[in-house]
């Protein structure tokens, strides 16, 4: 067992620039499955340092998504810990403190190249046929110098200080050895002009601060992983383990985007996905189970769940399938929660007016029934609308095969009458409402589905509902009268 297998301590370490996205939770959701299978702790520490891109909210929907989802953390900004602060805006001494050991020890050094001249350094370089880059103009300048040029007010970054050549490796524990040209890195910054650290410095310093034993994170990271590994190498500290996850595409193998119909994970909360359904489908996103098995519940994936299984291709997100594995976690759950779930849904997804129209003792009967058919929770409400809000259906859903309008009449004139009787005889169940229906459409003649296709227009104003005579017996057969008379004197008129 290695070292770091000893005392697992892995991070999720978003920066607060939008909404939380698939493919950082997917990172979260792998930290967090390595730590609890490994009885380790799982962090939350906010990488706030690029105030330029910061979204306001974003921090709070990034701990929003994480507790719908279920991804408990053992330290954070909001519940505090050990080696905070969690927020690494708050942990800048720390950082300009490291900076400057760096150039104590001469692996760093001040530059006062502003950005304009970086940038007219690049085209001439780019003039020259020669690649662009950092050329190391301040790396054999004097301290005493650009502490002047500081003193002056000329902006001045730190910059790590490269070996000119050599190789650099390090093993990604899925990937294996990795290995990279030192001479093609330039001296990049630490510490910007503002005294912020840049995300190379401050995730080096903060995961050996934190005692992070492993970091799981994108394969975008990799390409800068030497460039941290030098920053370890100069601070005579122990690396944590490294393994980079795949990227994630849309079907046409491009970066995943809102095009490919990928949501944040606000999004998702709101359109009626199961926080269950989600961890699911993002476990799949690569990684898999040595068995087929694709419908898992949390507690096997964790067990699970290893580095065996990840995949070092990229992953192709498929919205038809994480709405598949939805409808299959809804169906799993017991009539008594899917209802229950639904209410608190409906009351924060449907207007007051809605809201207060739905009579929730009706749901106990009302959920058996659309189980089966919906995906998601925001199909819920469109189906179940009419138990609550009659809506009149247009004069062309009001069509019974090529009947004219004063056949329709008497045929629903016939169907009202059915249901007085049944009324007086105080007999409304579906098995009733039925036989009476079928006998009735015999006897006319008509197609089935023509016949129950106008009973079901004039009742629920839709030409799609839970099934029709389990519909009718929850509405009330006299609720249907009063639609029926409604439909019937509409095309009276």
Sequence with gaps: MSENMKNIRVRFAPSPTGDPHLGAMRTALFNWAFAKKNKGKFILRIEDTDKKRQVKGSIENIIEGLKWLGLDYDEGPDIGGDLGPYTQSERSEIYLDTANKLIDSGNAYMCDLTPEELSKMRERQISAGRAPGYNGYSRNRSREELEESKRKGKP?????KVPLSGQMEFQDLRRGIMKFDLSKIDDFVILKADGLPTYHLANVVDDHKMKISHVLRGEEWISSTPKHLLIYKYLDIMPPDFIHLPLIFGKDKTKLS??????????????????????????????SPRSDEEIMTQHQFIEMFDFE??????????????????????????????????????????SKKEFASID????????????????????????????????????????????????????????????????????????LIEQVLRKKNEELGLKLRDYLGLIRNCVTGSTISPPLFESIEILGLKEAISRLNLSLDNLKN
Excluded at 156 to 160: A, H, K, P, Q, S
Excluded at 313 to 337: A, Q, T, Y
């Design 156 to 160: 001045t970054v730190i910059r790590l």
């Design 258 to 287: 809102k095009r490919h119909g990928a949501k944040s994970i606000i999004e998702y909360k709101e359109s009626g996905l199961l926080p269950s359904a989600l961890k699911n489908y993002i476990s799949l996103l690569g990684w």
């Design 309 to 350: 299984g990840l995949s070092i291709s990229p992953s192709i997100f498929d919205p038809e399938k994480l709405s598949w594995i939805n409808g299959v976690h809804i169906r799993s759950m017991k009539d008594s929660e899917l209802e229950d779930l639904s209410y608190k849904y409906l009351r924060s997804n449907t």
């Design 360 to 431: 929730k003792s009706k749901l106990t009967d009302i959920i058996p029934l659309i189980k089966e058919r919906i995906k998601s929770l925001d199909e819920i409400f469109p189906l179940i609308k009419f138990f609550f809000i009659h809506e009149m259906p247009s004069i062309e859903m009001l069509k019974c095969g090529n009947k004219d309008s004063s056949e329709i009449q008497v045929i629903l004139k016939d169907v009202i009458n059915e249901f007085e009787n049944l009324v007086n005889s105080k007999d409304s169940r579906h098995q």
